[in-house]
């Protein structure tokens, strides 16, 4: 238990000092105003989660001081442009300290005192885990643990990135927040990895290390030395009391003059700090307050509130010194903005192309590319084209950073890495990230990088491993982030690999995103699966013009006939892409037959309609790379494309049910209904019926058994 007196200084006395000695006085000489903002910060995050009757108070109360020191002290913000490009960046990676996060920001203006009353409440700005909200603040948190600091090695790659196109002018600082939950969650591993590999100086995590988690204590499920663990990793460790604020102050001057690693501060903190029970005894250290009110925990509201200088009649109120203490913060932050943004300008009337180019790599602008005059050799795979249009984008795109996770000459990605060169410790001049066997790292590096602007980031794996990036996959849906997904080796047609890595049910799992509508009422992800190298221009030519959403291209590892064109322009044919399926092939009058298909199952359709037109059936074949946005469409449109009352056949590779929002519930499908089996991909698809004879075959038998 600790008791807290009041205020050593005369406030009065200071107000009638010159503003600056203010600042000496406080910041220097007084540490006990810094001791109540933690206590405030404490009392403030104790009684929204007591208000709302649910929340996370234990963390948030012990991470309280190291959030005030960095916040005061050492993070550069602009209170009145929360969106200047060079603030330092603070990402909070155990979401559910948001209370922490809301009071600090309560304390630098972002948020009212009323704001903090409707913690977790509907329609309010204090979500239990709140994603990203840059006008108030709110950088990143991440609700799936672990994430959030990933999410900031991505923030510094940028910053790294950009600095090294623009100059040190715009360097700084990335912080990252992270808890047991985090340092435990396996992506920990390849953010850490990373981060160290790659030298990233300005990154500064702080480990609030409370040895409690949410249903033990943290001795029940490891022993690693996490030190040890990051040191490995070629990380500069720290360890101090990350309740003490010298040892805070002492280890954040080290991290930010760091030259070379990434830092860790291990900050050993009390859960739950200050609170007591109803006896008035120290009720600190208990994994019941990590979730739930202190009252329900079994501590004592009241007295925790008094303990920490607080009283009843006011469970939300700010201290006044703590109040005065921030306004001269807040004035020094703004006052080391406007100078920077001063040199800046500066810098801007010297090198006035760079600025121009600066202004247009954060405001997302693209360069003119001309879609049209790129050539694609005939028949590529589709991975071949989209490696076309990297290799283009590397030379014309000059803010796009491209990963691969160890798959780069697999998954084409290679295409853009032929004109560019691998990030490499200290060395950020090139634009693309070798980010190793770490699919789920790479998803949320490049979602740090969307978040921290300036840069168009895409990745690359093989299809089947998309289900190891799928949770950082739903935060840029969620989050509304512009990354690109380039997922190769889309089908079966793996081959000789095996059932492992034959996608089946994936492609469904990600139609599902375009399903789900994102919080501006938007599809949540566009999906595309093009049908021939157009499609595949085409496909990167809406995957870069779409800034809203993230872009998923799944693209198929063998080779593609390319699809007739009637008017012998395929590309225009193409560019109906964007309308999410079209008409690629028709007949005269109405058909007998539509088939449709993505992929590469459209070409083996159009074989099959060569047999079924032998018997004069009337068909007419359907490429749609996105059901997603076709469901957007008109229905004037829709029903142009399929009309009512004509059988519709559907051909995939994936499972049945992705094409059963397309064909209706009187179509017919032929899909993949079970695991693959390794064989050279002919044979499969011989074996599972992927053929045009099988097609003829099919739609000869289903449109015997259609009724008019
Ligand atoms: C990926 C993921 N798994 C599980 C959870 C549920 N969860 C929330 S906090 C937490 C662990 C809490 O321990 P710690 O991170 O140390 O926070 P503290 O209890 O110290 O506040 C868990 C398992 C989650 N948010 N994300
Ligand atoms: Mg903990």
Redesign the pocket.
Known sequence: MQLHSSVFYSRRLILFLPPLLDLFIILSMNTDVNLRAADNIRILSMSMVEKSKSG?P???M?GADYIHILFSEFLNFDPDDPAWINRDRFFLD????SPMLYSILTLTGRFSIDDLKQFRQWGSHTPGHPEIDLSRGIENTS????QGHTMAVGAAIAERFLASRFGELFAHKTYAFI????IQ?EISQGAGRLAGFLGLKNLIMFY?S?D????TE?KSVTIEDTAMKYRSWGWNVININGNDQDQIRNALKLATSENDKPTLIIGKTI?GKGLLDNDGKSFERK?ST??MPVSEAGGSFEKSLINLGGNMDDPFMIFEDVRDLYKIILSGKSGNAAEWKKRKADWASANPELDKKLHAFYAGNLPEIDYKAIQQKEGSATRAASAAMLSLFATKIENMIVASADLANSDKTDGFLKNTHPFTKGDFTGAFLHAGVSELTMAAIINGMAIHGGIIPACGTFFVFSDYMK?AVRLACLMRLPVKYIWTHDAFRVGEDGPTHQPVEQEAQLRLMEHLKNHHGENSMVVLRPADAAETTVAWKLALENKNTPTALILSRQNIKDLPSEKNDRFADALQSDKGAYIVADCHGKPDIILIASGSEVSTLIEGATLLRKDNLKVRIISAPSEGLFRNQTEEYRKSVIPDNIPVFGLTAGLSVTLQGLVGPRGSIWGMNSFGYSAPYKVLDEKFGFTAENVYKLVTAYLKTYSK
Do not use: R
């Open positions: 996370h234990g963390g948030a012990g155990p979401g559910h300290m609700g799936p643990l672990g808890s047991d939950g985090g969650e609030d409370n409690i988690q949410l249903s943290t859960m994994t990590h979730g949770p």
